[in-house]
């Protein structure tokens, strides 16, 4: 079992920056990938961004690359969300998530989820 609570969502201007963190307890978090995901209101949860178990290899949504990066540290059993050039559709709730699978984009092959937090720009 794994645990997970997000930290750092909020409200910020369009074109600012916003770091979230995800920490998780209980079983080994070097174990699991990580993923974000969000989810705005009326629209299915989708897929943002994700790194591997090593933190060697990342993967982020079309939508995402080049504003956000997602990083982890071992130790600290945390994965973070730097999110830059913020734009008013990246609003949502976002979620962290835990998986054993080597299927990192499908919401489907996770195995645990945090609460989630919410992100909103103004533009």
């Known amino acids: 079992q794994v645990q997970l609570v997000e930290f750092g969502g909020g409200l910020v201007q369009a074109g600012g920056s916003l770091r979230l963190s995800c920490a998780a307890s209980?079983?080994?978090?070097?174990?699991?990938?990580m993923g974000w995901f969000r989810q705005a209101p009326g629209k299915e949860r989708e897929f943002v961004a994700a790194?591997?178990?090593?933190?060697?290899?990342?993967y982020y949504a079309d939508s995402v690359k080049g504003r956000f990066t997602i990083s982890r540290d071992n130790a600290k059993n945390t994965v973070y969300l730097q999110m830059s050039s913020l734009k008013p559709e990246d609003t949502a709730v976002y979620y962290c998530?835990?998986?054993?699978?080597?299927?990192?984009?499908?919401?489907?092959?996770?195995?645990?989820w945090g609460q989630g937090t919410q992100v909103t720009v103004s533009a």
């Open positions: 998530a835990a998986n054993l699978s080597p299927q990192l984009r499908n919401r489907y092959d996770y195995d645990y």
């Open positions: 209980g079983r080994t978090f070097s174990s699991y990938a």
């Open positions: 790194i591997s178990r090593s933190g060697g290899s990342t």
